[in-house]
């Protein structure tokens, strides 16, 4: 008979308030520590309390907390004892193991051990049933070769693909998933080598450049549209918040005083997550965006208050009903036809513009690396290069 585990539940003060950890051993007298959630407590003295008042939802009561943390252990047992039960039934043996047996495996492990964000759960899973099983779902995981997996690589490139060719940036995301894979299953399934290694991802080159609106087009954008949601635009426009975590930006993420905002939420598949890789990040308070916040500030609001709040009391906006917003009030200013991301790009292409480097704003915008945010230089202005050139060219 399996022992029922236990952990204990800790909370952490974070720049978004108290938040729940779950911390225990498993089975294999691993500690594991997961993030349950934030927490409707209060400090009283040096412990934490239940707080007063009505609990909005995405929080969590000491009872509530307790009860997911039991979901945590209980999903991560499962996740090891069926990849235990599979290695005694040979699905370990790499004989018997498909490599669709491989790849499922590694999505169970994603999900409940290593704590991936829904939407990367859901892109995942994904490609899985689109791409990779498709390809080599019925094949022994450890019969699969670099040739194989090699004319499988210059079929996505082929125009006559059913489906067509994919792009460049597409293909080397497949690729990235298939050899992840297969170093995860290296132990597990006695995999000598990793079929995906040594195919070079394809150079994603592109003519796209990130498109944004000039500060006027932006103006123009926020006249055409109702208070909050032009609000909404500027800040978009002018801090380079992606929607998740513009409409989940409370009152204490912003401290006028300083002058910046802390960006630690996100909407990730319509479920509250930490914003990307579980960091949050740093973006100053254009004086434009603090006057704008603080006319639209209620008097003494709670700092867990949303700053855009939704129709119903501590629900947060609908992204999707957001953006439909956006294009109307684009259309009706008769600007071109960008999407709402695009007001992030923005930010980038006027920070660059303005004079700010890479690295800061590598920082604002939370890139992992600074190519990304390079896509930005080709909106600076030359007017300074070119004359620091003709000074050169005249001495």
Known sequence: MQTRLDGVLIVRDRQVGPVYYAKWRDSTRTQVMRRVGPAWVERHGSEWRKRRGVCPEGHLVPNAAAARMRVLIDAHEQALADASADRRAGVGDTRVATFED?????HAHGQAVAGWKPSTVRDRRSTLRVHLIPAFGHRPVRDLSPDEVRRWWRSLHDRRRKGGRLSDRNANKILAELRAILTWAADDYRLTANAADGIRKHRELTSERPDFYSVPEVQRLIAASRERDGLMFRVAAFAGLR????????????????????????????????VKDNEGRTVPLAPQLADALLAWRPDDPSPDDLVFPGTLPGRKLDGDALSTRFRDARDAADLRPLRFHDLRHTFGSLAVDGGASLVQVQAWMGHADVGTTMRYLHSKSRTEDAALLGTAFAA
């Open 102 to 106: 491989v790849a499922w495996a590694w």
């Open 243 to 274: 929607r998740g975590e513009l409409v989940s930006l409370r009152w204490r993420h912003i401290d006028f005083s300083r002058t910046l905002m802390h960006i630690v939420e996100n909407v990730s598949a319509r479920q509250d997550a930490r």
